[in-house]
């Protein structure tokens, strides 16, 4: 059973910054060959895709938060974390860390269960 738990979330306030971590877990699992994805979900919205790594390190960000977050991964460690500097109010979501690959017969899926980041004075 693989499992990816996110964690780092938190309050803080605007123009502070959080790191959080997405860590994944199961036999013989590992991030190694997958895309990595955070998304977010603020009340109301739809989830939103906030930035992505693929196994090649190649990194790509919504619009909303270039210059401000960074994402990065670990396969050592099966962690991928998403820096997030100068938060804003607007910030305020769930966060939810993905990883998915899709081989000639399978499609690879995973999601984390979400952690709350709410940024506020």
């Known amino acids: 059973q693989v499992q990816l738990v996110e964690s780092g979330g938190g309050l803080v306030q605007p123009g502070g910054s959080l790191r959080l971590s997405c860590a994944a877990s199961?036999?013989?699992?590992?991030?190694?060959?997958?895309?990595l994805v955070w998304y977010r979900q603020a009340p109301g919205k739809q989830r939103e895709l906030v930035a992505t790594?693929?196994?090649?390190?190649?990194?790509n960000f919504a619009d909303s938060v270039k210059g401000r977050f960074t994402i990065s991964r670990d396969n050592a460690k099966n962690t991928m974390y998403l820096q997030m500097n100068n938060l804003k109010p607007e910030d305020t979501a769930v966060y939810y860390c993905?990883?998915?690959?899709?081989?000639?017969?399978?499609?690879?899926?995973?999601w984390g269960q979400g952690t709350q980041v709410t940024v506020s004075s």
């Open positions: 790594i693929t196994s090649g390190a190649r990194t």
């Open positions: 993905n990883a998915h690959y899709t081989s000639v017969s399978r499609v690879y899926d995973y």
């Open positions: 199961g036999s013989s699992f590992s991030i190694y060959a997958m895309a």
